[in-house]
């Protein structure tokens, strides 16, 4: 079982984007079963909230179902995942300095690191832009997830 966590700062918009893509191209592709995803995120302001509906409103225009509500990351999730895949370089160091002694830095990692069909290092926050933001972080998703399943199965 390979367990995987999204990392964003609200857990509203790119990490649970993150998740549910994932979610569904390793149930497409029938690893279910070999595969834990979940998504948290570096501030508990929307803990127990979905998605955001700008959010939803993409996925659902390209297939993906829509799960999970808003968690907050904590030190345990450091120990429990075997990958945390934070969207841009703050989140990267709001999960490390859950762990002052190092331990786990090697599988905090940058999810862009994945993507190929793109040039990025980061997904940008699409909260306070338009729907094409939103896009944008949905293309960018979809790249990375692709790339991460092939490498993980």
Same mark, same amino acid.
């Given at each position: ?8 700062? =609200? +857990? ?20 279910? %079963? ?55 370089? %703050? +989140?990267?160091? =709001? ?5 002052? +002694? ?10 862009? %690191? ?24 949905? %293309? ?6 692709? +790339? ?6």
């Amino acid at each position: 079982m390979k367990r995987i966590l999204f990392l964003c700062m =609200g +857990n509203i918009c790119r990490s649970p984007a993150g998740h549910c893509v994932l979610q569904h191209l390793v149930d497409a592709a029938g690893l279910s %079963d070999q595969f834990e995803i979940e998504s948290a995120g570096t501030i508990g302001f929307h803990v127990g909230s979905p998605p955001d509906a700008r959010m939803q409103q993409n996925m659902r225009a390209r297939g993906i179902p829509i799960i999970g509500k808003s968690k907050q990351l904590s030190s345990r999730d450091l120990d429990y995942y075997d990958l945390i895949l934070a969207m841009d370089q %703050d +989140n990267l160091a =709001g999960a490390r300095r859950l762990d002052p +002694n190092k331990k786990h830095w090697d599988k905090i990692q940058l999810f862009c %690191d994945y993507c190929t069909e793109h040039d990025v290092t980061e997904v940008p926050d699409p909260y306070y832009g338009g729907d094409q933001g939103f896009e944008h972080v949905m %293309d960018l998703i979809e790249d990375g997830c692709r +790339n991460l399943l092939k490498s993980l199965s």
